[in-house]
């Protein structure tokens, strides 16, 4: 399960769109890698996931990523890409598993190659949504290849003026969707453009073979609406409920999501992913909803039989929270307009379960994060890697969750997190003065200030790590 959510420019603090993004796939380790801006030479290839090489651009934009430790193709164990590159573009991806199956058998492109060509080649969110249309008409869209996940999937694309969600059909059928000013809008794992406006060429990018279906097949005119969801979904699913729009795991998680931005209090069946929220926006709240548990909600997960006597609410292996005990990443990213890239893009990355892990600050400028944010392999307990020492914090506090969970973990982090908000201001001025006057001071020190949180982290959750297995491993109360 995998959800983005996108904020309009005017319903944040700062008049900048944000992105947050929650990579969920249980048991697959992750790592973060920052790509160099590359000049690639005339007549360069691509390879895609199938093996197909198409033409490169001459150069490619820097960007940071993040990656999940299973094999798709010829990405062998960096599939299902996330994260910005040096033009302030911010990309995630939902899968999405309930489709009308209009494959091609000569499709090249699948749902794992969109995000790695917008992060190399999008100048914006609207010339990248174009961009991708165009290698769509010109190879084609498919399922994707990894296995237990043939899907497709929606894409979110964000600069800091326009948020996008793509959403991407077998047989190239596509459209995108821009996010209204002031609105919130999300995506769990399903389709979720219902209306499109072929007249609005403000609000929906297409494929022209979309527009053209739906003309022959008398599905618009200008007394109709087309609606994107009902024809594309819902005909295959991978299992009777999973990846539908009404499946609990999806329908409860856009409920969570609607009443933590605004308080409303829908029902379950009501289609709709936008929401004007109560407040300006912050990366905090924003942290806030990607690590969601659903405690003290009507759906508290905590106090179902399945959570046992210590109420551990992450007891479901595909849960009904927006936030996850499977999550690989959290990511919210900051696309600050006014400032140069490298302070200006701050994405902050979450390991593992990011109830039980703190959102760590990764300023563009640095170049990425510590070596123990590049180890994540599959089935391979790391104790150098962070994505591992994450997710140990996390499983252990499963074990007694009301002590080990609220005593210990959720303030030593939460702790951790305000702190580095609360400096960033003073952070921003400082980088900000650097840049001006010194280049090479300048980059050292935004590369030590992020290691130094990104460390800090991480080595707090070694010593929180070593306390839960001293205090409570050896008592016999512990249900393992």
């Known amino acids: ?61 820097a960007y940071t990523h993040t990656t999940t430790a299973y094999d798709t193709g010829t990405l062998k164990n960096e599939s299902w890409w996330g994260g910005v590159n040096e033009n302030k573009v911010a990309i995630g991806m939902q899968g999405v598993y309930s489709f009308v199956d209009t494959e091609e058998s000569e499709a090249s492109l699948q749902s794992d190659d969109i995000p790695v060509l917008l992060l190399q080649r999008a100048q914006n969110a609207r010339d990248g949504i174009q961009m991708v249309g165009e290698l769509i008409e010109q190879y084609g869209f498919t399922t994707s290849s990894v ?26 059928y596509w459209v995108a969707k821009r996010v209204e000013d002031d609105e919130v809008e999300f995506r769990v794992n399903s389709f979720g453009i219902q209306e499109v406006d072929f007249q609005d060429e403000k609000r929906y990018l297409y494929s022209d073979s979309l527009k053209e279906k739906a003309i022959e097949e008398d599905l618009y005119d200008q007394e109709k609406t087309f609606n994107f969801y009902e024809i594309f979904s819902e005909e295959f699913s991978v299992s009777e409920y999973y990846g539908v729009a009404g499946a609990p795991e999806n329908a409860i998680r856009k409920w969570h999501t609607i009443n933590f931005m605004s308080g409303e209090d829908i029902p379950l069946d009501e289609m709709r992913y936008t929401v004007k929220p109560n407040r300006k926006l912050t990366p905090r709240d924003f942290m806030d909803l990607l690590s969601l548990s659903s405690e003290d909600t009507k759906y508290d997960l905590s106090e179902e039989p399945e959570a046992g006597p210590h109420k551990n609410p992450f007891w479901m292996e595909v849960s009904t929270s927006v936030g996850q005990a499977g999550t690989v990443f959290s990511s919210v990213f900051q696309l600050r307009r006014d400032l140069p890239s490298e ?62 969970a609220k005593e210990l973990v959720i303030p030593a982090f939460t702790e951790m997190e305000n702190t580095n908000i609360a400096n960033q201001t003073t952070m921003d001025q400082l980088f900000m003065a650097l840049y001006e006057e010194d280049q090479k ?34 008592n016999t109360y512990i249900d393992f």
């Open 147 to 172: 296995a237990g996940g043939e899907g497709v999937s929606t894409i979110s694309v964000v600069d800091p003026d326009e948020g996008f969600f793509l959403e991407i059909a077998p047989g190239g």
């Open 343 to 404: 302070i200006g893009i701050v994405s902050w990355f979450g390991l593992a379960n990011s109830h039980l892990s703190p959102f760590i600050p990764h300023y563009f400028g640095s170049e990425g994060l510590p070596k123990a944010f590049e180890i994540g392999e599959m089935a391979e307990y790391n104790p150098n890697s962070a994505w591992w020492m994450f997710q140990e914090v996390g499983q252990l506090s499963y074990r007694n969750y009301q002590t080990i």
């Open 441 to 474: 001071l300048f980059k050292q020190s935004i590369r030590q200030y992020t290691h130094a949180q990104a460390s800090l982290g991480l080595e707090k959750a070694r010593e929180l790590s070593q306390e839960i297995k001293s205090r409570f491993l050896a």
């Open 1 to 61: 399960m995998c959800f983005s959510v996108v904020a309009g420019k005017y319903t944040t603090i700062d008049s900048n769109t944000m992105l947050g993004v929650n990579n969920d796939w249980t048991g697959y380790p992750g790592s973060i890698h920052h790509v160099a801006q590359k000049n690639h030479g005339k007549n360069a290839t691509h390879t895609l996931i199938s093996g197909k090489k198409i033409p490169n651009v001459e150069t490619t934009y």
